[in-house]
């Protein structure tokens, strides 16, 4: 009986994936167990998205090659793309970037490859195909991977060049099927994510929108949120469907970053503070408790006194 581990840190498109490991494991005849002493293969989706997540990523490999010696560790992720020979450094057997992840089955099974294969694989694809039947981690909520990639390239960001610059969008069809998978399961609250949720469905012929409207048409005891999106990709479409759905929460989570439109052009962020006023504005006329959380940076390189209390005042003025 072959056993496994699996971990991630960072975001919820992590934890979706790790969750996906989870399945082809089990799928492939592997236990998986909840703690790491004695398993045969360890798989951690590791983060960069900042300094302190990359250290802890290698932290992680570090403390599960200490108490599993004889262990095949395997890291995968964006910290692989960033720098995969402190990875190994800290004891991973085997790096797989981004586009390589989802085959790290055909890794364990030839147990003499090992190294740095982090280089290889491009992701050119346009559709996202991996769908998961239920979470082993949570209980009532569930997350939906819908989209990889981004485009937008703000300049503080390293995202773009670890998972890619082209977008990735799972066919709305397939999301209707694992909706469909995760509800009959008894989740409660299916959370839609992705890399930049808003560019789901770039340069196809469906939306984000469009796959709202079709899960929302579902029957079954559930509602819907979506983790995370751009003041700019909020539509005057999906604020229709945020207006008339039936399972929509009342809350959205918009990483506003700064209050300053001098800051915002410096981050390369694509929207101005009147856009997000306007978007904000709208929300609240829809619902005057309609929940609003966001993202904000403070210290931007060449952020003034001046230009913080500005982002301090559209604070004040949003709450």
Known sequence: MKTAFVTFLGCKVNQYEAELFIEKLEDNGFVVFPHPEGVD???????????????????????????????????????????YQKLEQSGADIVL????????????VEDNVKGDFSNQGNGDSVFLKETIK?????????????????????????????????IRSKP?????????????????????????????????DFNLATMLKNVDSLTGDFRIRLSSINVEHITDELLKFIRTAE???????????????KILSLMNR????????????????MNEHFSITTDIIVGFPGETLGEFSK???FIEESE
């Open 41 to 83: 293969v360890c798989i951690v989706n590791t983060c960069a998205v900042t300094a302190a997540a990359s250290r802890k990523s290698r932290q992680m490999i570090r403390k599960l090659r200490k108490m599993n010696p004889d262990a095949l560790v395997i890291a995968v992720g964006c910290y692989s793309k960033e720098d």
């Open 97 to 108: 970037n981004n586009q390589q992840k989802n085959n790290f089955m055909r890794y364990i």
């Open 134 to 166: 239920c979470f082993l981690t949570e209980r009532t909520r569930a997350y939906v991977k819908v989209q990889d990639g981004c485009d937008q390239v703000c300049s503080y960001c390293l995202i773009p060049s670890m998972r890619g610059v082209s």
């Open 172 to 204: 709305p069809e397939l999301v209707v099927q694992e909706v469909k998978s995760l509800v009959s399961h008894g989740y409660k609250e299916i959370v839609f994510t992705g890399i930049n949720l808003g560019r789901y469905g770039a340069h196809m």
């Open 247 to 261: 399972r929509m929460c009342p809350h959205l989570h918009i990483p506003i970053q700064s209050g300053s439109d």
């Open 270 to 285: 694509h929207y101005s503070v009147g856009n997000a006023r306007k978007v904000f504005a709208k929300l609240r006329d």
């Open 311 to 313: 982002t301090l005042k």
